[in-house]
């Protein structure tokens, strides 16, 4: 598996980097892990913004070795060399990165405003859709909201380009007056009696959708 793809839509979090026994260095932060009982030393570089880079040197001939990260290699000797590779830097992964799937700046003000008045945080619970997510209630673990992106034609735009969307929850009387298919459109993937969605890139004020999320909140009481 290439480092780009372990560390997909992942951020580092720097001062898990530094428990982890990450050090500092000039650009970035660098750790050493012996592999095969110290027949190999791995060397591993992240950079301030999150970019993994390393290095596999053969402690016995001192010269890089690469047939690890070549797909086509087999045999058992380079499988346990590239097992115990994938294997640190998935311990990296789950210790020191966190979920950074949702890019715009609207959902990350979304993100920290449900955390900072509910207290709750998105839960990714399908592995076959990494970029959907939701909130829910603490305590009757009904969801109020769901983070997803998608195309844009999925709403019914003319557009391929993907759109980072928020669905929530409405009491059904209201959704044929609210529902306008520019700013708020039917819920997606969602009962469209009971949910709806608006796109997250800035054509719902931040104020409007906070306040569209507790009226979801206290929907999601019952």
Not at 152 to 165: C, T
Not at 181 to 205: A, E, Q, R
Request: with cysteine; hydrophobic share 40%.
């Amino acid at each position: 598996m290439e480092i780009d793809e372990i560390f997909e839509n992942r951020k580092i979090i720097p001062e898990r980097l530094l428990s982890f026994g990450f050090v500092r260095q000039n650009e970035g932060y660098s750790y050493a892990a012996p592999l095969l009982d110290g027949r190999f030393q791995m060397s591993v570089i992240i950079s301030e913004q999150g970019k993994v880079f390393t290095e596999v040197i053969d402690t016995i001939s001192e010269y890089a070795y690469v047939l690890h990260r070549v797909a086509d290699a087999e045999g058992e000797f380079v499988g346990r060399v590239r097992d115990e590779y994938e294997c640190v830097l998935a311990t990296i992964n789950n210790a020191c990165f966190e979920r950074d799937v949702f890019k715009s700046s609207m959902t990350k003000e979304v993100i920290s405003h449900v955390r900072e008045t509910y207290g709750d945080e998105l839960e990714f619970l399908w592995n076959r859709f990494p970029e959907n997510a939701v909130f829910r209630r603490q305590d009757t673990a009904k969801w109020y909201a769901a983070l997803l992106r998608i195309p844009k034609r999925k709403l019914g735009i003319d557009d391929d380009e993907l759109i980072e969307i928020i669905d929530l929850r409405i009491i059904s009387e209201e959704i044929s007056s609210l529902i306008d298919n520019k700013k708020y459109f039917p819920g997606y993937h969602m009962n469209k009696k009971h949910w709806f969605t608006i796109c997250l890139d800035g054509s719902v004020s931040a104020e409007e959708i906070f306040s569209r999320i507790e009226e979801s909140y206290q929907l999601a009481k019952k």
